[in-house]
């Protein structure tokens, strides 16, 4: 089944393009999926894919346009006409319509919506684009299968034998009352399993869960994940219905989301892929180095510091690397737990007794890895003094590494900034300087300098 | 819509509880969604839980118990004799049925399957149970609608009736031929639109996407996305249809995938939350932990290798733990990119052509960074060559760091190793070392010692 995308076929595909073959063009993509088109057409030439865009029917390209990568499509719908635009968009279901002229410039979308024969799809688009960014109104798709309560079974399947054919999947179907409020669902197996006279009142399930339509996206997507739902409709403030949304549109919010805090744990700032520009990759990337190094002065000023501890126990300066490092690790792992944890909804209990507990973990972790290196330091440099010093120091550090990367998810939290932004580069910078810090008071501490 | 645990909710649930008023608690469960239910359940005692679970009755409880965190699921399940589980699992699907029993030892799998009434649903179950984690197999449930080609739409509605009732939801109706085999699919929609004396072969769609029982489930759960499948069903190597997966498992498996690759990055070894224990804890945390202690070590043993220079160059000693931090930032953040586009698939070219990049990408950055440092050395030691030292020496370091981390997760991939394991702490610790020999190499030869 997988369609793979050779190199023959690119080649042959070239070779047609270049021979402008619009019928072998054609045939060779009718039985291909518009996902797997959108993959060849990133592969082929610009002026080569609007080729193919502007041969291939509209049915086709406009579900190829919202698979492909933002980048190119930018490119690509720059080079149609708003009245082309219009066009593929008007086969589109209206969320996809939306978020494509979304990305138009505010002047075309104006032009491209003017442009659409369906003065109903215009009023639709034009509602959905008025939405807030990563809200549901945003996320919903004005298509789906509404029936009235007073409605039989009967009456009901013939109706929406008409509104189906617009609906891709019907995952529900959603009762209202005479004002358009949402009073109940039923599913097409419930219709099929009920007697024709039946009253869609006494069938329809009077419980039915829906989002309001300036419902965070990823609240949505909790509440679709905890709930197994397939769809979910939404309603304004009064309970009447707008809109629904399907668990495909989900999956992406999911992978969004899953990627953004990957990036932001790795030291990205920005939403990135390998064959992004190095320009856009450089702005990414410098950002959090650029604070790595402001923590790379400061361990500096503070080691120099200490300097004069220098002359009597160099080994002390030796060890400031696995400090460091053991402080960042420790720091990005209790972060990461605090991250996911929130992300899940399952950190119970006060900032407190989590404090305690990483104190806990920490100590215990910190003692087993101070043992080793007591053990090391003394037989390699045959001072127990100093062997001493370092290791305390350790554990020190990785239970104040460890409150640290602890804390400042469950801080950021409380002050609504998402604690994703805690674990990587910050943590582990801060960390850097916390570390070394208390490791070299700690250290004279002991030694008596 | 969303419940609420409150604090007033689980005391007046306790006082109940302890009052045993059996009717009162099944009223206050009435309308509570089972996911609901099994949060409240992990907030109670165990004693109180299993309580709970034996009250409610078995339609109720097999939801929740499937919807429970498994620690918890697996302490209640000690305390339900075989026969109580086999209740629970008979109203289970087939595919949450398999997942639960899968998690008992196998001499209790044995005693529960041969306890269930049903014998088909016993076949089911040995079959699921039959084929390996992480695979479709493994993902899938039996219940489906399964009718033969050769049927027209009457009959077929007829027959659905039936089995629609024990499929929770209906995505598509798979159409076989009279051996079993796939032949194609339709959706209740088209059954519906269909005129009744049609042919079901007539009205199906013969193309319709599978996947083998053996496949991947993380390529599972990538086919459905890009093909924004809601359900997709299962077959043998002959094109027998066993069964079929639909979105909400897939939505779990994406969700599990990027946990994982984030718990990776972060240096923890196994799954853990926040709630589990200390000893759980230091048990994913320890050996990456433990990794870094080495590396630290490693840096020590480097740096004592360089101490002559000390007497004459502290301050190069005294920007370390600068270097290691930007060797290890700058690894994190390539082999986070190529990680990424790994699991998406666009990754495309060759090794080499990425390590190019790679190589212009962090030698840009590197210059920008070290002209930054270059100039505050300079202006703080008043010292030139030493500022050209550190700062030639940071861009080297930060171009060799990047090149790690672009290769490695490149290297594993194509050994077939997951690359998710690169990020994190693998290579900080081995960016760290590498970092701090090769800036001291460097800087010894710029200075001339």
Known sequence: MPFEITDIFLENLTTLINSKEEKKISSLFSDVHFADIAEVLEELSFDDAI???????????????????????????????????????????????????????????ERVINALDDDELAADIKELLSYEDDTAGALMAKELVKVYETWTVAGCMRRIRGQAKDVTRVH??????????????????????????????????????????????EEVAKIMAKYDL????????????????????????????????????????????SDDSILELTRARLPW????????????????????????????????????????????????????????????????????????????????LAIFLFLFVWAYKGEINLALAISVSLVVVIIIAGLIGTFVPLFLNKRGIDPAIATGPFITTSNDIFGILIYFMIAKLILGI
Chains 1, 2 share one sequence.
Do not use: C, W
């Not at 593929?88 to 410039?105: C, F, Q, R, W, Y």
């Not at 953004?260 to 744990?265: F, G, L, N, V």
């Not at 009597?312 to 420790?330: D, S, W």
């Open 230 to 273: 397939e769809a979910i409709p939404v309603v304004d403030d009064n309970n009447v219905l707008l809109g629904r949304i399907t668990i495909d549109d989900i999956v992406d919010v999911l992978k969004e989301e899953a990627d953004k805090d990957y990036q932001m744990a790795a030291g990205l700032v920005q939403d990135v892929d």
């Open 289 to 368: 180095l650029f604070l790595g190094l402001i923590g790379g002065v400061g361990a500096f000023i503070i080691m120099e510091g200490f300097h004069t501890v220098f002359s009597k126990y160099a080994t002390l300066f030796f060890f400031t690397p696995l400090i460091a490092a053991m402080a960042g690790n420790v720091g990005v792992q209790s972060s990461a737990i605090i991250v996911q944890g929130l992300a899940n909804d399952d950190v119970k209990g006060s900032i407190n007794s989590r404090l305690f507990k990483e104190m806990l973990l920490a100590a215990l972790n910190g003692a087993i």
């Open 51 to 109: 080729y193919i865009i502007k041969l291939l029917d509209s049915e086709k390209t406009s579900e190829i346009l919202t698979e492909l990568d933002e980048d190119i499509r930018e490119k690509i719908l720059k080079n149609l006409s708003a009245k082309e635009i219009a066009e593929e968009v008007g086969e589109m279901d209206t969320d996809d319509a939306a978020d494509i002229i979304g990305e138009l410039s505010n002047e075309r979308q």
């Open 172 to 217: 529900s179907i959603y009762v209202v009352d005479k004002d358009d409020k949402l009073v109940g669902r039923l599913s097409l197996k419930d219709l099929i399993i009920a007697k024709s006279d039946q009253k869609i009142a006494d069938i329809s399930k009077a419980k039915v869960d829906a989002v309001n339509v300036k419902e965070d996206d």
